[in-house]
């Protein structure tokens, strides 16, 4: 038993409906079997209750007699109680709209056993929507055309690059930085695309990336250091943010401090600072105070919370916010470091996480967890997925949320969760949908389609790249991906979240700069 | 549904059969989805939360036979009423 007719439901889904999860640790071939013949038993009970549906309705043409529909009736046989039968006729109609309402109840459970299978195979990861013809030609046409693009700008030299540097980092930092361009210039393209394009074009954004960083990569193919596809593209972007006047720096590394109370906005640390995170939601959630306009935190700040047990075992959170400057900033958290990630550069980030951790003192058998947010998750996976990090540290686990993290390998056994929506764009900036990230027993992604959503914040978030990008949105889908039960997120969860919490908590919070602007 | 005037006359086709013919197709979806329910060989959150809607469901369906019983019953008064009975 392996075709399935099983679809996903029809036009707008409940919220939980929309999310998607690739990789994680399947079910057994025992448990696979079992789920395949109870989806074809749905879909065998949504047949009969459809077929019943339409006898039910051919009947209830029926129902109502002949001669006793009209109440105007020239002729009024009695019923045999005394009652004319044209008096029949009310109860008939009446009978006849209850077979009707009951055809109609039937074809909603149909419905309702169509979605429950649908479900079902979904959970076990035993369903997977395929792209049809239409989409992977227009997918096609994009990536084509967008390479085109790409290569125009780079054939054009130095000012040609410089374009497509600022459009890129511009861009690419201004969706990182979840409307906070700090340093960044108003002309984002994101905030001319209208809501109703970001919608349509979500779907091919990855094809759009994949393209255009081609492309790039191609035309200068001595920039982009022998890296293929979007990663050759970014390296020249890299060095056009580096290098050019104006847009570069010649900054010396970055230098990391410890922080105070003082240093924020409204003279204290984030509330949350002496308690561990009761949940990989809540660690993710914890990001948005680190950034300057929600957090009230200095620009370039990471969190590193020391969590001790009741058994007096010591783990660690590192918590990495995203992009807070479109252009080059006084702080690594900048469009210039965007691009070198994804060009797997040396960038200032993972500099500065390295050096946090360090300072912090994180003894080697002491697991560390790294949770990051845009350019921040880019950095955590980037530092998991770095030859010596896994060695000299106790990798607890990975949580990205928003971050282009498909091009990066992270080492077996390490739990790695990743959430992601097509209409923030962002993490498709690696040129790889979700379901293109690498999938294993250890790493899954979640994705959730907002404009599939019949809830209103969500259709509203998916006309708004910075909305659809905010942290808050990734929390709401890790929260639904775990309410709907999908083993493989609840399980990378609960490997990850015992190591959140504890009974003894500090957090360091250390702020990057770079050194020599 | 024609609407003519004059005496009851045998309509051309006999809803009670149609009827039990869909409470038939209902009993039999409503034993697949029981079955479905426990079919499910996998002990994850997913497949637990899966079985007890799967359940509901079938509640559902059965309250369903109960309602289209009680139609054929009323179809029956109503047809014995007007002199088919």
């Known amino acids: 038993m392996t075709a399935f007719l099983t679809m996903p439901p029809d036009g707008p889904r409940s919220p939980s409906d929309t999310v998607t999860v690739f990789g994680g640790a399947g079910v057994t071939a025992v448990e696979s079997d079992s789920v395949r013949r109870a989806a074809a038993r749905m879909a065998a009970a949504a047949d009969d209750l459809r077929s019943a549906a339409r006898l039910c309705l051919a009947a209830s043409e029926d129902v109502v007699l002949p001669g006793v529909a009209g109440a105007a ?104 930085g979840g409307g906070l361009i700090t340093g960044g210039a108003p002309w984002a393209v994101s905030g001319r695309l209208g809501s109703a394009a970001v919608r349509d074009l979500a779907p091919y954004s990855d094809e759009v990336f994949a393209g255009l960083g081609s492309g790039v990569g191609q035309a200068q193919p001595g920039l982009a250091n022998g890296y293929p596809g979007i990663a050759g593209g970014a390296g020249v972007l890299a060095h056009v943010t580096r290098e050019l006047p104006l847009l570069g720096n010649d900054d010396q590394g970055v230098r990391v401090t410890r922080i105070t109370a003082e240093d924020f906005a409204d003279g204290s640390p984030p509330a949350w600072s002496d308690t561990g995170a009761r949940s990989v939601q809540e660690a993710v959630a914890r990001i948005d105070s680190l950034y300057p306009a929600t957090g009230g935190a200095p620009p370039g700040t990471v969190a590193v919370q020391k969590v001790t047990g009741p058994d007096g075992a010591v783990s660690w959170t590192v918590l990495i916010p995203g992009t807070q400057s479109a252009l080059p900033a006084e702080h690594p958290w900048d469009g210039r470091t965007d691009v070198e990630l994804v060009a797997d550069q040396a960038d200032g980030a993972t500099a500065a996480v390295e050096r946090a951790l360090a300072d912090s003192g994180v003894g080697p058998d002491e697991p560390v967890t790294l949770v990051g947010h845009s350019l921040g998750g880019i950095a955590a996976t980037a530092l998991v997925s770095r030859a010596g990090f896994a060695e000299r540290y106790r990798i607890g686990g990975l949580v990205t949320a928003g971050s282009p993290t498909g091009l990066l390998t992270t080492p077996p056994g390490i739990p790695a969760l990743h959430l992601e929506t097509p209409e923030e764009l962002v993490s498709h900036t690696d040129g790889r949908s979700a379901s293109e990230n690498p999938r294993t027993r250890d790493r899954v992604t979640v994705v959730r389609s907002l404009r599939d959503s019949a809830d209103a914040d969500d259709r509203a978030a998916s006309g708004d790249v910075v909305w659809a990008h905010s942290v808050s949105t990734h929390v709401r889908t890790l929260d639904l991906a775990i309410g709907v039960g999908d083993h493989r997120v609840t399980e990378v969860a609960d490997r990850i979240g015992p190591r959140l919490d504890g009974t003894t908590v500090s957090t360091t919070f250390y702020r990057a700069e770079r050194v020599g602007r | 549904m024609t609407g003519a005037c004059g005496p009851p006359v045998p309509g051309p086709a006999d809803p009670t059969a149609a009827f039990a013919a869909a409470v038939e197709l209902l009993a039999r979806g409503t034993d697949q989805l029981l079955a479905a329910a426990v079919e499910v060989d996998w002990e994850a959150p997913a497949a637990e939360l899966y079985r007890a809607e799967v359940a509901e469901a079938a509640l559902a369906v059965a309250r369903d036979i109960s309602r289209l019983k009680e139609a054929m019953s009323r179809v029956a008064v109503l047809r014995a009423a007007g002199g088919q009975g």
């Open chain 1, 73 to 176: 009736t020239s002729r009024q046989p009695d019923d045999g109680l005394g009652r004319p039968v044209a008096a029949l006729a009310p109860v008939a109609r009446a009978l006849e709209e209850a077979v009707q309402d009951l055809a109609r109840s039937l074809i909603q459970h149909a419905d309702l056993c169509d979605l429950l299978g649908w479900r079902l195979l979904r959970a076990a990861g035993l369903y997977e929507e395929a792209e049809s013809t239409a989409e992977r030609v227009v997918g096609a046409l994009v990536t084509a055309g967008a390479f085109g693009t790409g290569a125009a700008f780079g054939s054009q030299g130095g000012l040609g690059l410089a374009g497509a540097g600022l459009l890129a980092a511009g861009e690419l930092a201004g969706r990182l």
